[in-house]
Nanobody, 116 residues
């Protein structure tokens, strides 16, 4: 099983970034997919999640700025980040949770640094 996150990097405040997570080794379409993040010295928190059918939910802190999407044919889940703020600086993790069961997987994370 692999969840390979990519797309992180250094971005200026107000800028945009697109994270992508490529999944393999499990039945992607059977899993609820999420992005979490962990800022330095803070607990990991949910950023956004998306159901198998494409219904999304967001943390209040990113609502209206971030968009999560998934492609069940390509086994990918993306996070489009717009109007980025310094407080968005964190390691972003891709997370897969099996629907109606307990199996779950974490990706290794990709670092997003927001700085001018």
């Amino acid at each position: 099983v692999q969840l390979q996150a990519s797309g992180g990097g250094l971005v200026q405040p107000g800028g945009s970034l697109r994270l992508s997570c490529a999944a393999s080794g499990f039945t992607f379409s059977s899993y609820y997919m999420s992005w979490y993040r962990q800022a330095p010295g803070k607990q990991r928190e949910l950023v956004a999640g998306i159901t198998r059918a494409g219904s999304a939910n967001y943390a209040d802190s990113v609502k209206g700025r971030f968009t999560i999407s998934r492609d069940n044919a390509k086994n990918t889940v993306d996070l489009q980040m717009n109007s980025i703020k310094p407080e968005d600086t964190a390691v972003y993790y891709c997370y897969a949770k099996q629907v109606f069961a307990s199996r779950d997987y974490w990706g290794r994370g990709t670092l997003v640094t927001v700085s001018s």
